[in-house]
């Protein structure tokens, strides 16, 4: 799927660890991502660009699980000069864009995989929301409401949807298949489906145990799929002997319970 031309922006993004600017093009109606990046003159989460500045290694080896237009694609890709990012977008809108901001970019070691990751292999549903990009979600056949009442009670509002059919991975297919030696370092932000990566990835993160950056969105753990957010952080418990918490002014603050989150 191809945006119309005038459903387009180009704009800049600036991050905290280097003064080179990428080129970054997205959808003109995203509300989400590519609008506020826009309006920010090109800033997008310093605290989480400075985070990875300090973590990642040039020659590392890095996942973007739900990677969107490829914000942290970019930025993980000129970290890891040397290294490789793997940047998996479910939704084919997004997914062009993806690939145009790396070609765009000239990232020679950044590969897009158009691909959900997930608990077990098969073909369903993803939900595309142009006006909010961000907060589009693969569909849970298990939860009884449809998707159009879950945008509602999630997002406040009935957003415009676009459904699509996507092929589901998992993690450990994916790295078998592809050879996979190493995994240093994931960024995951999959509007709640990341516990079903983690179930589908438990071989992959146990065998490399890469530094995990995570998001953590109770409401949608709860309204897309039904699940108690406490569940994730006792699967990252299960892998993880430590956890962090990434505040907005970049502290970085350990937590030993899901409760401490509240």
């Not at 180009?10 to 506020?36: C, W």
């Amino acid at each position: 799927m191809s945006p119309p031309p005038q459903h387009i922006k180009r704009t800049i993004l600036r991050v905290a660890h280097t003064e080179r600017q990428f080129s970054l093009t997205g959808s003109s109606l995203d509300q989400s991502v590519v609008g506020p990046i826009d309006e920010a003159k090109g800033a997008w989460e310093p605290h989480v660009t400075k985070l990875m500045a300090g973590l990642i290694k040039a020659d590392d080896i890095c996942l973007d699980i739900g990677a969107n237009v490829g914000v942290y694609t970019l930025v993980m890709s000129d970290l890891a000069r040397n290294g490789h990012v793997y940047a998996f977008e479910a939704s084919s809108m997004n997914f062009a864009f993806l690939q145009k901001n790396i070609a765009d970019n000239k990232l020679t070691n950044a590969i897009p995989h158009r691909l959900a990751l997930s608990n077990r292999i098969r073909s369903g549903n993803f939900h595309y929301l142009p006006e909010i990009a961000g907060a589009s979600f693969a569909e849970d056949t298990s939860v009884e409401r449809s998707p159009d009442q879950i945008i509602r009670e999630a997002l406040g509002w009935p957003w415009q949807r676009v459904t699509e059919r996507v092929q589901f991975t998992t993690l450990d297919h994916w790295a078998a298949q592809e050879g996979i030696v190493r995994v240093d370092f994931v960024k995951m932000d999959v509007e709640g489906s990341e516990r079903f990566v983690i179930e589908g990835g438990e071989a992959t993160f146990k065998k490399y145990r890469p530094v995990l950056f995570t998001e953590l969105n109770a409401k949608c753990l709860q309204q897309y799929f039904n699940l108690p957010p406490a569940s994730y952080f006792g699967a990252l418990q299960a892998l993880y002997p430590y956890i962090y918490v990434l505040q907005p002014d970049g502290v970085i603050q350990p937590v030993a319970s899901f409760d401490l989150l509240n």
